[in-house]
């Protein structure tokens, strides 16, 4: 694969395939709830969340798909691996705590880079 400088994905398209994956969790769970009987929603939605709906496939989550984005690793423009997305989405939690913060960094100081791609090197690209 050429070393071509890929371009980035647009925040909007970034906040609507998250907002495709969290909807899927939350129907899903939902259904676990009323199959399973399960009380808490909290674990199922966690494992959803992390790994039945994770970047690892591809770099691209079933909203990325939606979207035609996908997580690389920046180095090399590859696609993520399962290991480098549990990394990246491992940081969630804390980036909705600090989500003024980050909205700030993500816009201004980036490239539309969030803190969990720094840590797995990754970006999220727009396809072509």
Do not use: W
């Not at 808490?40 to 709906?53: A, M, Y």
């Not at 909205?103 to 880079?113: A, K, P, Q």
């Amino acid at each position: 694969m050429s070393q071509e400088r890929k371009q980035m994905a647009a925040l909007h398209l970034r906040l609507g395939a998250k907002a495709i994956d969290i909807a899927l969790i939350f129907f899903i769970t939902l259904g676990l709830i009323g199959l399973l009987g399960v009380e808490s929603p909290i674990p199922s939605c966690v494992f959803l969340g992390l790994f039945l709906l994770s970047d690892g496939i591809g770099g691209q989550s079933i909203g990325k798909r939606v979207f035609k984005i996908r997580v690389i690793v920046f180095r090399t423009q590859q696609p993520i691996g399962f290991g480098r997305s549990i990394v990246r989405n491992s940081l969630a939690l804390s980036s909705l705590l600090l989500l003024p913060a980050i909205i700030n960094y993500i816009l201004y100081v980036s490239y539309f880079r969030i803190l969990g791609d720094f840590l797995a090197g990754t970006c999220v690209i727009k396809e072509t």
